[in-house]
């Protein structure tokens, strides 16, 4: 089994920046990838950002440019920095993180931009 908890979410303003984090425990040797998703609501959750484990990442177009997704394997934990956020971002993000036989998902983090 894999524990992810998130952490950093929060309110800012347009233009704003915020940075999450995703401790993982456990059984974390059989993590691969992992990931942030996010959903707004009335929406069904999409992708934002993923990393490999060799550290090769993949963004949703709508972020490219302003988030950036990176891991510190000696922590177990995976970041993502949220720059110049746009009211538009806001949305329960969400920790992924792919294990051997299956996902495992954190609790989420609600992240609100609005002036």
């Known amino acids: 089994q894999v524990q992810l908890v998130e952490s950093g979410g929060g309110l800012v303003q347009p233009g704003g920046s915020l940075r999450l984090s995703c401790a993982a425990s456990g059984s974390i040797f059989s993590i691969s990838a992992m990931g942030w998703y996010r959903q707004a609501p009335g929406k069904e959750r999409e992708l934002a950002a993923t990393?490999?484990?060799?550290?090769?990442?993949n963004y949703a177009d709508s972020v490219k440019g302003r988030f950036t997704i990176s891991r510190d394997n000696a922590k177990n934990t995976v970041y993502l920095q949220m720059n110049n956020l746009k009211p538009e971002d806001t949305a329960v993000y969400y920790c992924?993180?792919?294990?051997?036989?299956?996902?495992?998902w954190g609790q989420g983090t609600q992240v609100t931009v609005s002036s």
């Open positions: 990393i490999s484990g060799g550290g090769i990442t």
């Open positions: 992924r993180a792919a294990g051997v036989n299956r996902d495992y």
